[in-house]
């Protein structure tokens, strides 16, 4: 995440945990006036379309409040889904053996996209299986990583 999505992420996180949820991340895309702020919220129970709209209320709040966003933007908010996209160290962790699609910043061996096993974290960088290959991957590179669902 950004600077921006980190501190978007620590102002929210007290309003989302009231109401007994976690921020899983936050992806802003500043695209002129046609920017997206996008809310991933978790909890144990599950995500319903009413505890988003409770989140939506309590962040378009804060955020009016606090103007963080110097432009308009269109506020969406939803579970993190089964395809998930992972932003922090410890979600990396807890789904070590998934399948993840990354897309890097700059390219590694030629390829910008790679999708492969995750086989763990080292020194700040993700260990991806590709057939008999390990490579490690910085996480400053990893512009997006996201869980490829398996159904068997």
Known sequence: ????ELQIEEL??????????????VEYLSQGKYSVLRIYVER???????LCADVSRHVSDL???E?????????????????????KSEHYAAHVGE????????PFEGKKKLVGLLAGLEDNSVVLQLDDEEYLL?????QKARIVPVFD
């Open 63 to 65: 955020l009016d409040v």
């Open 44 to 50: 144990e129970a599950g995500v319903s379309v009413d």
């Open 67 to 87: 103007e963080i966003l110097p432009e308009a933007y269109t506020l969406e908010v939803s579970s993190p889904g089964m395809d998930r996209l992972l932003f």
């Open 1 to 4: 995440m950004n600077n921006k």
């Open 138 to 142: 910085p996480l400053e590179n990893v």
């Open 12 to 25: 929210i996180a007290p309003s989302v945990e009231a109401l007994d949820a976690v921020v899983w991340g």
């Open 99 to 106: 399948r993840l699609d990354v897309r890097l910043n700059y």
